[in-house]
């Protein structure tokens, strides 16, 4: 099976940079996804990475160490409106090519 | 291009009474999912569709929970009888593809899932 850790809670300042991180386990590995949901919201694709490294999209970027099974998501120039939860989720390398969610860190920006 | 739609938004249903959500995913999008995610967690996979056929239906609790695609385009969720703990959100996601590939000059992108606004479903 897999298993996904990352913090629950996060908060920072507007304009600040955060990083929040993701460990996991599982049988099989494909790729690292993270996704946005707002409260009351549909999860939002974020980034994906399937092979070592930074990927980066805008004030967004996302970085994934196959050998350690880490990845984070790294925020810049934090905005009010990135205050949501932030999923990162596995996809195994096997037949079942859907998603594992992690339990999610809910991001609080203040002003 | 529109979103995925799905219906009802809200439901509130007494325990053992039965239920159905209704999903129509993005156009050509061939991989269906449904997700239930309880207040606090991360969505969790009830059932995945390649076209009409089932992928992966491992974590569907089966001996209450159904789902179908017949057409291989829209899709429902049934519950019955519901309990208690099947109180959550219910969200429909869905992909261009079930693994990454190039096809006619195209990368699809398996790994993008689109979300709808999901129902929120109370068992009371």
């Known amino acids: 099976g897999q298993s996904l850790e990352q913090p629950s809670e996060v908060t920072a300042v507007e304009g600040a940079i955060v990083q929040i991180n993701c460990t996991y386990q599982t049988s099989g590995f494909y790729g690292l996804s993270w996704y946005q949901q707002h409260d009351g919201g549909a999860p939002t694709f974020l980034s994906y990475?399937?092979?070592?490294g930074l990927e980066e999209t805008g004030r967004f970027s996302s970085f994934l160490s196959r050998s350690d099974s880490y990845g984070y998501l790294l925020l810049q120039e934090l905005q009010m409106k990135d205050s949501a939860s932030y999923f990162c989720?596995?996809?195994?390398?096997?037949?079942?090519?859907?998603?594992?969610f992690g339990s999610g860190t809910r991001l609080q920006v203040q002003p | 291009e529109a979103g995925v739609a799905q219906s009802p938004r809200y439901k509130i249903i007494e325990k053992r009474q039965s239920v159905a959500f209704w999903c129509n995913p993005i156009?050509?999008?061939?991989?269906l999912y449904w997700y239930q995610q309880i207040l606090g967690q991360g969505p969790k996979l009830l059932i995945q569709?390649?076209?009409?056929?089932?992928?992966?239906d491992s974590q569907l609790p089966k001996d209450r929970f159904s789902a179908e695609r017949l057409k291989g385009v829209d899709s429902t969720l049934k519950i019955q009888p519901a309990k208690l703990e099947d109180s959550a959100v219910y969200l429909c996601?869905?992909?261009?593809?079930?693994?990454?590939?190039?096809?006619?000059?195209?990368?699809?992108?398996?790994?993008?899932?689109?979300f709808g606004p999901g129902t929120r479903l109370t068992v009371t």
């Open positions: 996601a869905s992909s261009l593809s079930l693994v990454d590939r190039w096809t006619s000059g195209r990368f699809l992108k398996a790994y993008e899932q689109y």
């Open positions: 990475n399937a092979l070592d």
């Open positions: 156009s050509g999008h061939a991989t």
């Open positions: 989720a596995v996809r195994a390398d096997t037949g079942r090519r859907a998603l594992t």
């Open positions: 569709f390649q076209n009409n056929g089932v992928v992966d």
